[in-house]
């Protein structure tokens, strides 16, 4: 069964920093693309960064860009996100999401098939 | 810019439903295929892979569920909805980085 658990989240002030962490099982990790998606509270969904699975194609979305830092560590089946200058509107649930294995387009999102249960970041001003 | 509507679907049990999703560019790519993802946030869930590349259906999602559209103008269909479709239905491109999700959909039951 594919697992995907989030950790990391919790309170952090404005412009302060926080790394995340995506631990996954069930599967072999080192041969999938990954993605980070997040949830404002009672918003919809906003995709932010993708990272293919040797880490050669990483994408950011323009909200995050220069601020978020997607990595992994394929030995350790974990995917991170770090993030620094956290603002109020980085308030969010945030989710890993597995990528579609898919032959002919191997270093770009596709579908996002297996979701973590999210971790909650709260950024206080 | 992907743009759903209805952003509001009230259904009877076995009824059909349907919502639309516009993209303000093509999302065919020059391998033919479209990169547009259906998902589905029931209440208090992780979204869930629906539909993908437009019309292929996720691994375990019922028949019920298709996918139809091409160029920038998508839709899902649920041929007879059933009470454990309730949540929200976003539409998701995939065609070129940044990735956008539409607004969503919420679908109710009647």
């Known amino acids: 069964e594919v697992l995907l658990v989030e950790s990391g989240g919790g309170f952090v002030q404005r412009g302060g920093s926080l790394r995340l962490s995506c631990a996954a099982s069930?599967?072999?990790?080192?041969?999938?693309?990954m993605n980070w998606v997040r949830q404002a509270p009672g918003k919809g969904l906003e995709w932010l960064s993708f990272?293919?699975?040797?880490?050669?194609?990483?994408y950011y979305s323009y909200s995050v860009e220069g601020r978020f830092t997607t990595s992994r560590d394929n030995a350790k089946n974990s995917l991170y996100l770090e993030m620094s200058s956290l603002r109020t509107e980085d308030t969010a649930i945030y989710y890993c999401?597995?990528?579609?294995?898919?032959?002919?387009?191997?270093?770009?999102?596709?579908?996002?098939?297996?979701w973590g249960q999210g971790t909650l970041l709260t950024v206080s001003s | 810019v992907m743009t759903q509507y209805p952003l509001s679907l009230p259904v009877s049990p076995g009824e059909p439903a349907s919502i639309s999703c516009r993209s303000s560019q093509s999302l065919r790519l020059s391998d033919g295929y479209h990169y547009l993802d259906w998902y589905l946030q029931k209440p208090g869930q992780s979204p869930q892979l629906l539909i993908y590349?437009?019309?292929r259906r996720a691994s375990g999602v019922p028949d019920r569920f298709s996918g139809t559209g091409s160029g920038t103008d998508f839709t899902l269909e649920i041929s007879r909805v059933e009470a454990e479709d309730v949540g929200v239905y976003y539409c998701m491109q995939t065609l070129q980085s940044p990735c956008s999700f539409g607004q969503g959909t919420k679908l109710e039951i009647k």
């Open positions: 990272i293919s699975s040797s880490s050669r194609t990483i």
């Open positions: 069930g599967f072999t990790f080192s041969s999938y693309n």
């Open positions: 999401a597995r990528d579609v294995k898919i032959p002919g387009r191997p270093s770009h999102p596709i579908a996002l098939d297996s």
């Open positions: 590349m437009g019309s």
